[in-house]
Every structure is written in structure tokens, then in C-alpha cells.
């Protein structure tokens, strides 16, 4: 009985270490998720999610970043005038230089009825896309 205990346990030990352990696979990015995604991350003015999606300049990453956090929180008192965001949706998707650059229409509409639509740059960096700064 003892023996079956401890079997047991380790049994139980070994799937939730296994489970802690396993990395979370997402699904692949994306020039379309990520777009929209970064898009609801400015106006929720969530840098970390922001930063995550974005592919810094090596030597302008302080000043890049130090922008985007700025911009964050104008889009967010932007986008509490308006009431909040109902929906951000993706449109058309242009690739260029053989598909590891992208441009994508992305529209936010807004509680209050207004709309804005923009292009996001994408740029593919190790099978991942992420937003390109210049």
C-alpha cells in the first residue's frame, strides 16, 4: 500500500513539474495579429505588450521606446473620450521584399461611433513578425 502511495505521488510530482515546465505555444504570428494586437496595446497604453511586439532600432531603442510610451498614453486619453474601443480589425495585408515585410490596414472604432484607420509596418525576424520602426 505504501508503495502504491509513493507511486502515485510521484506520478502526480512528475505531470505537474512536466506541466510547470512545458514553454505555452502560442499560435504563429501573424503580420495580421500582430498589427491588431500592438494597435489595442497603444490604446490600452500596455507597454509591456507593446514593447514585446515591436523590433527596436539597436541604437535608437531609448528614444524609441521613451515615444511609444508617450504615444500610449495620448491613444489611451484618446480612446477614453471616445468612450473606449469597441473592436480593432485587420484590412488588407501588402507584402514586400519577398514577404518578410508587411504593411497592414488596421481600423479601431471607438464607443462613440468614430473610426481610425492606419497601416502598420511589420517586419519578419526569425519566423516571428513584430512592428518595424524606422
Given at each position: 500500500m505504501k508503495k502504491l502511495i509513493n507511486v502515485i505521488f510521484a506520478l502526480l510530482f512528475t505531470t505537474a513539474f512536466?506541466?510547470?515546465?512545458?514553454?505555452?505555444?502560442?499560435?504563429?504570428?501573424?503580420?495580421?495579429?500582430?498589427?491588431?494586437?500592438?494597435?489595442?496595446?497603444?490604446?490600452?497604453?500596455?507597454?509591456?505588450?507593446?514593447?514585446?511586439?515591436?523590433?527596436?532600432s539597436k541604437d535608437k531603442k531609448e528614444r524609441q521606446q521613451n515615444t511609444l510610451k508617450k504615444m500610449a498614453i495620448s491613444r489611451n486619453q484618446q480612446a477614453k473620450k471616445k468612450g473606449g474601443v469597441a473592436s480593432i480589425t485587420s484590412g488588407t495585408t501588402n507584402y514586400v521584399d519577398d514577404k518578410n515585410y508587411a504593411k497592414v490596414q488596421?481600423?479601431?472604432?471607438?464607443?462613440?461611433?468614430?473610426?481610425?484607420?492606419?497601416?502598420?509596418?511589420?517586419?519578419?525576424?526569425?519566423?516571428r513578425w513584430l512592428i518595424f520602426l524606422r
Open positions: 512536466t506541466a510547470c515546465a512545458s514553454p505555452k505555444l502560442s499560435p504563429k504570428s501573424t503580420p495580421e495579429s500582430v498589427a491588431r494586437q500592438s494597435v489595442e496595446a497603444l490604446y490600452k497604453n500596455d507597454t509591456h505588450t507593446l514593447f514585446k511586439l515591436m523590433h527596436f488596421v481600423t479601431a472604432k471607438f464607443r462613440d461611433g468614430d473610426k481610425i484607420t492606419k497601416h502598420v509596418t511589420l517586419i519578419q525576424v526569425n519566423s
